[in-house]
């Protein structure tokens, strides 16, 4: 079983920063590309940020220089820093990662239980 937990979440004011780390523990040969996933109420769930194993990192155009996605391999661990926030930003984040679980398995995605992020103007 593999588990991911995401922390972090708060209420904010406009233009406050944020720090989202998502740690994945459990049965863990290898993880590929990790991300930060993001719903409001009324909205389909959207892809913020996401990072490979090599770092290559890929945004949506609404965070853009404003969010940062960085991993720590070592760790398991995922994070989504967060500047320069806006009241459009308030949403329920998710972490999400392919996980290898064996040497020869095929990669299954898990997620996270998701985290409150709150901007007020």
């Known amino acids: 079983q593999v588990q991911l937990v995401e922390s972090g979440g708060a209420l904010v004011q406009a233009g406050g920063s944020l720090r989202l780390p998502c740690e994945a523990s459990?049965?863990?040969?290898?993880?590929?590309?990790m991300g930060w996933y993001r719903q409001a109420p009324g909205n389909q769930r959207e892809l913020v940020a996401q990072i490979t194993t090599a770092g290559s990192t890929t945004y949506a155009d609404s965070v853009k220089d404003r969010f940062t996605i960085s991993r720590d391999n070592a760790k398991n661990t995922v994070f989504l820093q967060m500047n320069s926030l806006k009241p459009e930003d308030t949403a329920v984040y998710y972490c999400?990662?392919?996980?290898?679980?064996?040497?020869?398995?095929?990669?299954?995605?898990?997620w996270g239980q998701g985290t409150q992020v709150t901007v007020s103007s």
């Open positions: 459990g049965t863990i040969f290898s993880i590929n590309a």
């Open positions: 999400a990662a392919e996980v290898k679980v064996r040497r020869f398995s095929t990669p299954d995605d898990y």
